[in-house]
């Protein structure tokens, strides 16, 4: 070997040097370059400082061009509307342009990674992002009371100091114009027909939808091409947010004010009169009784259950409104013959009146602006489109779209023809509707109720966020735990993620 | 008798020959049968494998509302119905309402309610309803492809991704050798540490690391001109940070070629010394040329994976300059239950993976049986 060759040992020796120089270089480089406000998971994890002045490229135009600005759409299902409603938008504002996009539950953390690195888009959405606003993470969402917004005055509830009533820090951070999500039985009336059930009209009691549930069971494993009555697939969100939310309600001890006691800690959540029992225990008989497909916690929500009912290979679902246009967007035949049908979700089973849970007013949830955006050259025009968003123009545009009820004050109310606006919604506690008698309960859910109290970091009572409820449930459907093993869980949770 | 005998023999031998002809008469049958059923065993298993595929394309064209049906083959599509609605349609068919009116003369300046229904459209704008129903007729059974092809992003990003993946395998398998050889020279325990360390990647995930080497490689990248407007550079700079984290050295590159260079005797190395070889000549000559199984192994093992990244580059890439993972994973993602839209996508990206290793496959062959025969 010369002189000049390299031993192994230098080689090794000088790329360790190298590499030293390329991260001291990094470390100098951190304090010149720009930094963005970002958080992920839920938590106050922020890079690089609070203030953000990253931009997106194609934000930022020439002079005398157009402004383009990425905004997410709310629930990707209604992406094609939205682009309609932006393109209405670019119409009257001929200096934005709005570059729209959407992602899902599979792409969100990906997202929030990216945004954690600088991307900025002009206006996200909570639901997308699976990051709600809290006190925790508040420095991440624009103070919307500090930005002229001009609409608070219209929503029908105090929109403007809910969230900072219930935090303790300026806000709101987020909007949200609709009534809360509301889940119910909907199904294809033409099989239900082939059934001979008629649920609309006989189903008047908890016990008389479990013999209606019994009943179109039987009906459905006796035909060739129908593989289920009612179809149920896994959703953590679902199985946490909503369904303990809604099927309680069906019993005297079962209402919303137990439900947040046991939140509070004025109540325990495996005490014997847990309202949260009879959620288990109606999953576990509706597993037992055969009344949902084996396997629940290892179906796919859409792939398994909303595929199988657009194809009319099941009758029906316990959802919420997205699958009904889901169904007219497939072009399924039974949907566009107009032969989807619903009801409330919990007929009465102790004869009190019949309740349809709903999910509050979003307080926490809803169209954003990140803080980093009001540091860029564009933030006039992200106002601009945030508030028209959210103005009396929009707000119909956008509850035709997404068929939901806005809390909102309008001159004249939209005409809502999303399907299960019409079909089942319209028809609660309307007077001469099929359901005049029943009534809607939206008030505060015990999660929300209890927000400001959990503990960084900590599972929740459900532990959804990372999908723990799915073993809870999988443990409790195959008899490996009890009902009471099941809200002992819950109980123990909650000890160790409230400081309340 | 000597006739006798001679004759004898000469009934032996013809005997024998004919005895040795029925043999080999009955070799060649079942030399042939064998041929045919080894012939057969391959054509059912050349079309076993091919069903995934059919299957696959058939399906691209079924739409949801039919997906719990077999078909064996492309269905009759339903015309579109009058009653579909604007907001759903344009969902569904990846359709913006601003092309549906630039192509029935509607005023850009029009809103076209989420619940109008096309009939409405025909009645209040005066289109004859054929000139909707034409219009319509590309999106029915094609409408996965159409989705997908439409805008010719998807051909961007498959040139995007090719060139990742081209770049990468070159950069992963020169700089793993070079890694593996300056490894496999540590004999000292303290030394094999730094083996060892290498190979701890192997129990970190991708994920966890996302987001520190993210902002790691953004504060390089931000130091660059240009990076921060659209344009080449953006985009170059991007696609380099994708590159630069697959070619850095991973567990498995390092593990193979440590492992492999370590079992090349060292006087091997000596004697091209002696005989005036420079270490660079030892590699490029000697070295390589041994190298091929493990560099093959290292290439078909790592072309799908980085073929098939889409973390980093979802991440790291804009929307408009994305490779072909994430721009299927945010263009099927809005339609989560459109069938149509899923196999189409699957398969198109499945597609010119296949290409590569059809064309490259006497390559893949012949490196992976380089070292087989040698003694």
Not at chain 1, 94 to 112: M, Q, R, V, W, Y
Not at chain 1, 250 to 270: H, I, M, P, S, Y
Not at chain 1, 351 to 356: E, N, R, T
Not at chain 2, 115 to 122: E, G, H, K, N, V
Request: aromatic letters at 12%; a negative charge.
């Amino acid at each position: 070997m010369g002189e000049h060759h390299l031993s192994r040992r230098k080689f090794l020796g000088l790329a360790a040097v190298a590499g030293g120089g390329l991260v001291a270089a990094a470390c100098g480089a951190s304090s010149a370059t720009t930094t963005a406000a970002a958080a992920i998971g839920g938590a106050t994890t922020t890079v690089g400082g609070a203030v953000a002045t990253t931009t997106t490229p194609g934000a930022t135009a020439p002079a005398g061009e157009a402004v383009v600005l990425d905004v997410m759409t709310n629930a990707s299902e209604y992406e094609g509307a939205y682009r309609e409603i932006w393109n209405f938008f670019e119409s009257t504002h001929p200096g934005i342009k709005i570059n729209l996009f959407s992602i899902n539950e599979d792409t969100a953390a990906a997202h929030n990674t990216k945004v954690a690195g600088g991307y900025l888009p002009a206006i996200e959405h909570n639901q997308e992002t699976q990051i709600l606003a809290g006190a925790s993470n508040y420095e991440t969402f624009v103070d919307l009371s500090s930005i002229d917004f001009p609409w608070f005055d219209k929503w029908t509830w105090d929109v403007e100091h809910a969230w900072s009533k219930l935090f303790g820090v300026p806000g709101p951070r987020t909007l949200d114009p609709y009534q809360g999500y509301v889940l119910t039985w909907q199904w294809n009336e033409v099989l239900m027909q082939r059934a001979g059930l008629d649920p609309q009209k006989d189903v008047k009691t908890w016990d008389d939808m479990t013999a209606w549930l019994t009943e179109g069971t039987a009906w459905a494993k006796a035909q060739d091409d129908v593989s289920f009555f009612w179809n149920q697939a896994w959703h953590n969100w679902v199985f946490a947010v909503h369904y303990p939310e809604i099927v309680p309600m069906a019993f005297e001890d079962g209402t919303r004010q137990r439900a947040v006691d046991c939140w509070l800690g004025e109540a325990k959540f495996n005490a014997a009169d847990s309202p949260y029992r009879h959620f288990y225990q109606f999953f576990l008989d509706a597993s037992k009784n055969g009344w949902i497909p084996d396997g629940l916690t290892t179906r796919q929500w859409e792939g398994d259950m909303e595929a199988s009912y657009i194809a009319g290979d099941s009758v029906m679902m316990f959802h919420g409104p997205w699958p009904w246009d889901k169904a007219l967007a497939s072009g399924s035949d039974f949907a566009l013959n107009d032969m989807q049908r619903g009801m409330p979700a919990t007929p009465p089973a102790d004869g009190q009146p019949w309740m349809q849970a709903a999910a509050p007013p979003a307080i926490d949830n809803g169209y954003f602006i990140r803080t980093g955006n009001k540091e860029t050259p564009y933030w006039e025009q992200t106002r601009t489109a945030f508030n028209w968003l959210h103005s009396p123009e929009a707000i119909p545009l956008r509850a035709e779209a997404e068929g939901r009820l806005p809390l909102y004050e309008l001159d004249e109310l939209p005409d809502i023809q999303g399907p299960q606006f019409q079909q089942v919604l319209k028809e609660i506690g309307t007077p001469g509707g099929k359901w005049e008698n029943t009534k809607f309960d939206d008030s505060m859910t015990g999660e929300i109720v209890a927000a400001p109290f959990r503990k960084k970091g900590s599972v929740g009572v459900f532990d959804w966020e990372a999908n723990g409820n799915n073993v809870v449930f999988a443990d409790l459907l195959s008899g490996a735990i009890t009902v009471q093993e099941a809200l002992d869980i819950n109980q123990a949770n909650w000890e160790a993620s409230y400081d309340i | 008798m000597t006739t006798e005998l001679e004759s004898k023999n000469q009934e032996e031998i013809a005997d024998r020959r004919r005895s040795q002809r029925r043999r080999d008469r009955s070799h060649s049958r079942r030399r042939k049968i064998y041929a045919g059923l080894a012939l057969g065993v391959m054509a059912i298993y050349s079309v076993l494998t091919l069903i995934p595929f059919y299957a696959l394309a058939v399906r691209s064209t079924v739409p949801t509302k039919e997906s719990t049906t077999l078909h064996f083959w492309i269905p009759k599509a339903d015309e579109v119905n009058f009653d579909s609605q604007v907001g759903n349609l344009s969902m569904f068919y990846n359709l913006d309402p601003a092309d549906l009116k630039e192509a029935f003369g509607i005023p850009s300046t029009e809103y076209l309610g989420a619940r109008t229904s096309l009939r409405d459209i025909s009645e209040e704008y005066g289109i004859p309803e054929e000139e909707i129903r034409s219009f319509f007729s590309n999106f029915y059974i094609y409408n996965g492809w159409r989705t997908i092809l439409s805008d010719g992003r998807f051909f961007g990003a498959l040139g995007r991704t090719l060139l990742v993946t081209i770049v990468s395998l070159i950069g992963l398998t020169i700089l793993s050798v070079f890694t593996g050889y300056g490894l496999a020279g540590l004999r000292r325990r303290d030394q094999r540490l730094v083996y060892s360390t290498y190979l701890l990647q192997m129990v970190i995930p991708a994920m966890l690391i996302i987001l520190p080497q993210f902002l790691l490689i953004k504060w390089f990248t931000d130091l660059i001109p240009g990076f921060a407007s659209p344009g080449l550079t953006r985009v170059i700079v991007q696609l380099g940070s994708i590159v630069a984290i697959n070619i850095k050295g991973t567990a498995f590159s390092v593990l193979i070629f440590t492992a492999f260079i370590n079992g090349i005797p060292r006087e091997l190395e000596e004697s091209a010394m002696i005989d005036g070889a420079s270490r660079a000549q030892y590699v490029w000559r000697i070295l390589m040329p041994l190298l091929k199984a493990p560099i093959v192994a290292l290439i078909v093992v790592q072309l799908p994976l980085i073929y098939n990244q889409f973390l980093e580059p979802f991440v790291y890439l804009d929307r408009e300059s994305s490779t072909l993972l994430p721009y299927i994973q945010t263009t099927v993602g809005q339609f989560s239950t459109n069938f149509q839209v899923i196999y189409a996508a699957i398969l198109a990206s499945i597609i010119p993976l296949l290409v590569i290793y059809i064309a490259f496959r006497k390559a893949f062959v012949k490196g992976a049986l380089a070292g087989a025969v040698k003694g």
